[in-house]
Nanobody, 121 residues
């Protein structure tokens, strides 16, 4: 089992920045990748970014490419999501997920509870 705890969400004005953190505990040696997903009210959960924990390869959704950066600190079992130039449409509940490396939610076995990001215009 792997436990994930997200933090760092909050309220920010458009154009601002936030940094989300995902702290993992438990059998993290069984995890190959960590991803971030988000879900806005009335919308389906969507992929945001993912990183492989071995090679550090990253992949982003087109909607956040160039604005978001995902990184890892394997020694601390933490994955960060730096979010810059935030837009009101980035408002959502952001989830951290661990498992494989991919853009589909079904590729991840473990999920955190989510952290709310709200961007005001």
């Amino acid at each position: 089992q792997v436990r994930l705890v997200e933090s760092g969400g909050g309220l920010v004005q458009a154009g601002g920045s936030l940094r989300l953190s995902c702290a993992a505990s438990g059998r993290t040696d069984t995890v190959y990748g960590v991803g971030w997903f988000r879900q806005a009210p009335g919308k389906e959960r969507e992929f945001v970014a993912t990183i492989s924990l071995r090679g550090g390869n990253t992949y982003y959704a087109d909607s956040v490419k160039g604005r978001y950066a995902i990184s890892r600190d394997n020694a601390k079992n933490t994955v960060l999501l730096q979010m810059n130039a935030l837009k009101p449409e980035d408002t959502a509940l952001y989830y951290c997920a661990a498992g494989s490396v991919g853009i589909l939610a079904k590729e991840y076995d473990y999920w955190g509870q989510g952290t709310q990001v709200t961007v005001s215009s």
